[in-house]
């Protein structure tokens, strides 16, 4: 038998230690961008208390910038390193 390997968002929600509203969120996987725009009577709705929702929204920004950085391509210099032109 085979472990069953958790939806991105489920672990997500538990690396940031909620991950006890997993079901509540669901299975669909969802972007940093989606999960910023959840209001909180969204997430009161999904049974986050007030430190849980503070907690959320930290995990989202830090989300947010992850992605962005991931999303900067690398500078590349004019000249090698050690070269002239």
Do not use: K, Y
Request: some cysteine; aromatic content about 4%.
């Amino acid at each position: 038998m085979t472990a069953r390997r958790a939806p991105p968002l489920a672990r997500w929600l538990e690396d940031n230690g909620l991950g006890s509203h997993a079901a509540a969120f669901g299975d669909t996987p969802a972007d940093a961008a989606t999960l910023a725009e959840l209001g909180d009577a969204d997430l009161v709705a999904l049974g986050l208390g007030r430190a849980e929702r503070l907690r959320f929204r930290r995990a989202v920004s830090q989300r947010l910038i992850s992605e962005a950085a991931a999303d900067v391509m690398p500078i590349v210099p004019s000249c090698p390193p050690g070269g002239r032109r």
